[in-house]
């Protein structure tokens, strides 16, 4: 991380009561994603793995469960999460990362995954949407990372801790290739 700080960690933060020195120009985009003392304080609901949705793999067709017939596995090895709050409602970013491994049949290309995305308000789903998320897979020989976003969950009401937001693979009727 220390190749992403400046020489002066402080420049342009008020620290000092008004001592510290100013920045001379700020941007239009500076200004807007300034960060409120409201928003600081708000509840953004965490984002967790389904059970049982973390992994996914990929047979070749009749060789299910068996080893030597695995094209790929893919897993999510973290998920997270930034709100936005407005009036009625709040907006929501989820973006999960994980990695793809070929197995012994794996061949390069474009794979597809089925990512879903859940919220949950005291036992009744507020948002729910299932992504084909596609990963292209150049080399065999290790494995591929990929990241995931969704910047589009819009949930009526105040952000309150009974909301429970699911990741996950759903290979169900609905999210299969």
Known sequence: MSGCQSDNATDGMN????????????????????????????YCPPVSLREGTAYFTTYQKGGQDQADKVIYQASISDVTRKCTYSTGSFGMTVAVAGRVVPGPVGTTGTITMPIRIAAIRGGEVVYSKLFQHQVAISDTAGATQFIFNDPNITISGAPDRSIQVMVGYDEGPNGGR
């Open 15 to 42: 620290l000092q009561g008004g001592n510290a020195r100013q920045p001379a120009v700020q941007s239009a985009d500076q200004a807007v994603d300034a960060v409120r003392e409201s928003e600081l304080r708000a």
